[in-house]
Nanobody, 122 residues
Framework: QVQLVESGGDLVQPGGSLRLSCAAS????????MGWYRQAPGKQRELVAT???????NYAESMKGRFTISRDNAKNTAYLQMNSLKPEDTAVYYC????????????????WGQGTQVTVSS
């Protein structure tokens, strides 16, 4: 089995920063692309950023320049550094990953974390 656990969500003032973490654990053979998505109340889940196992990144247009995705392959962990936060960034942030598990090798499974709440408010 594979689990993704997010952490780092918090209440922060506008203009502030947060760093989210997503740790993958379990029976993992390899991890491919990892990504962050978010869902605000009453809205659909949307892409924030993705990163391949080789480090190639992709960002939603509105996040470019403010958010930075990174990963530590040795720790099976992805990060999302968020700067210059705005009230409209308030959402539940979810981690997503393509994982080959030992129990499902060589098939790739797509996994989601449970989400972490980010609230931007004064």
């Amino acid at each position: 089995q594979v689990q993704l656990v997010e952490s780092g969500g918090d209440l922060v003032q506008p203009g502030g920063s947060l760093r989210l973490s997503c740790a993958a654990s379990g029976s993992i053979f390899s991890i491919g692309a990892m990504g962050w998505y978010r869902q605000a109340p009453g809205k659909q889940r949307e892409l924030v950023a993705t990163i391949t196992d080789g480090g190639t990144t992709n960002y939603a247009e509105s996040m470019k320049g403010r958010f930075t995705i990174s990963r530590d392959n040795a720790k099976n962990t992805a990060y999302l550094q968020m700067n210059s936060l705005k009230p409209e960034d308030t959402a539940v942030y979810y981690c997503n990953a393509d994982v080959v598990g030992w129990h499902t090798y060589p098939d790739v499974g797509n996994y989601w974390g449970q989400g972490t709440q980010v609230t931007v408010s004064s």
